[in-house]
C-alpha cells in the first residue's frame, strides 16, 4: 500500500474515485482550498473542496459529506448541481505517482466561519487555507497552481446555472 493508503489499480498505482464541489456564497463567490506537498513543502497549489468515495458511497452523497467534514457547511444531495465535470488526473503527491476519478458537482451556500472539525489528519497537514475568491480576484491574483486548471472558466460559467452538459477531462500528469 502506498503512502496515500490509496487502492492500488491494475497498474500499480494508489488510485481512488473522488467527489468534489464548486461551492458558491450568495455573493457567487468561490470556495477555494490551498494546499501543499508534505514530501516537497515548497509546492503550493488551490483546489475544490471534496475527497475520496468510501466504499459503496454515491459520488452525490460523498460530496455533501466532504463539504461537512472540510468546511461545516450542510448540504443536502438534492441541493447539488450536476455532476458537472468528470476528471481523470494522474499527479505526484507525497512521493508518489496517483490516480484519481473525480466527479464536480454545484452547489451554492452562505459565506460563513469555515470548520476544520472533520479533518483528517493528513488534510490537517497539507491544507493551508480555506478561502471565498471572487473569481476575477482568483484569476488575477492566484500564483500558485490551480487543478483542474481552467476551473475557474468552468466556475464563471457554472455560477448562474448549468447547462446540462458534464464535461470529460483527463489530465494525464499533474506536477
Known amino acids: 500500500m502506498s503512502a496515500l493508503d490509496w487502492p492500488l489499480d491494475a497498474d500499480g498505482y494508489p488510485?481512488?474515485?473522488?467527489?468534489?464541489?464548486?461551492?458558491?456564497?450568495?455573493?457567487?463567490?468561490?470556495?477555494l482550498a490551498k494546499g501543499h506537498d508534505e514530501d516537497q513543502p515548497e509546492r503550493h497549489w488551490w483546489f475544490t473542496i471534496g475527497g475520496g468515495i468510501e466504499e459503496g458511497e454515491e459520488p452525490?452523497?460523498?460530496?455533501v459529506r466532504e463539504v461537512l467534514e472540510e468546511t461545516g457547511l450542510r448540504l443536502r444531495p438534492e441541493d447539488l448541481i450536476g455532476p458537472v465535470l468528470y476528471r481523470c488526473a494522474e499527479f505526484d503527491f507525497l512521493a508518489v505517482t496517483a490516480r484519481q476519478d473525480e466527479?464536480?458537482?454545484v452547489a451554492h451556500a452562505p459565506s460563513t466561519t469555515l470548520?476544520?472539525?472533520?479533518?483528517?489528519?493528513?488534510?490537517?497537514?497539507?491544507i493551508d487555507a480555506q478561502r471565498w475568491w471572487d473569481i476575477d480576484e482568483a484569476e488575477?491574483?492566484?500564483?500558485?497552481?490551480l487543478y483542474p486548471a481552467r476551473i475557474l472558466q468552468y466556475a464563471r460559467q457554472w455560477r448562474g446555472g448549468w447547462d446540462g452538459q458534464?464535461?470529460?477531462?483527463?489530465?494525464?500528469?499533474?506536477?
Open 115 to 126: 470548520s476544520r472539525q472533520g479533518w483528517t489528519l493528513l488534510e490537517r497537514s497539507v
Open 140 to 145: 488575477a491574483q492566484i500564483e500558485d497552481d
Open 103 to 105: 466527479w464536480f458537482f
Open 60 to 63: 452525490r452523497v460523498a460530496a
Open 15 to 31: 488510485h481512488r474515485e473522488a467527489a468534489r464541489v464548486l461551492l458558491f456564497d450568495d455573493a457567487g463567490r468561490l470556495l
Open 166 to 175: 458534464m464535461i470529460r477531462l483527463t489530465d494525464a500528469r499533474e506536477p
